[in-house]
């Protein structure tokens, strides 16, 4: 299963970007998918925000600001962002909780990660 994320790139604060992303190979359904991001200097990836059976859950930082959406038909998540701040600026990675097969577990895939810059 890959992984590939698009929509990186940079942005004067209070602007806008919008990251895809879309999974494809030996996929039977996907769990939950969702996006996670590493800002500099930090060894650990955080929860930005995921989706599961329409349900999304959301960091404190990004509500309101950012919205998950998904197309299950396509096996692609996106993140919109709005109103970007300094502290948004990070690597973003997406990640799908996929079973290849009927009744099979789950296994979480990530994608390369995708930058993203805000300039203030």
């Known amino acids: 299963v890959k992984l590939v994320e698009s929509g990186g790139g940079l942005v004067q604060a209070g602007g806008s970007l919008r990251l895809s992303c879309a999974a494809s190979?030996?996929?039977?359904?996907?769990?939950?998918m969702g996006w996670y991001r590493q800002a500099p200097g930090k060894q650990q990836r955080d929860l930005v925000a995921s989706i599961n059976s329409g349900s999304t859950n959301y960091a404190d930082s990004v509500k309101g600001r950012f919205t998950i959406s998904r197309d299950n038909a396509k096996n692609t998540v996106n993140l919109q962002m709005d109103s970007l701040r300094a502290e948004d600026a990070a690597v973003y990675y997406c990640n799908a909780d996929v079973s290849h097969r009927a009744g099979g577990p789950t296994v979480r895939y990530w994608g390369q990660g995708t930058q993203v810059t805000v300039s203030s």
């Open positions: 190979g030996k996929i039977f359904s996907i769990n939950a």
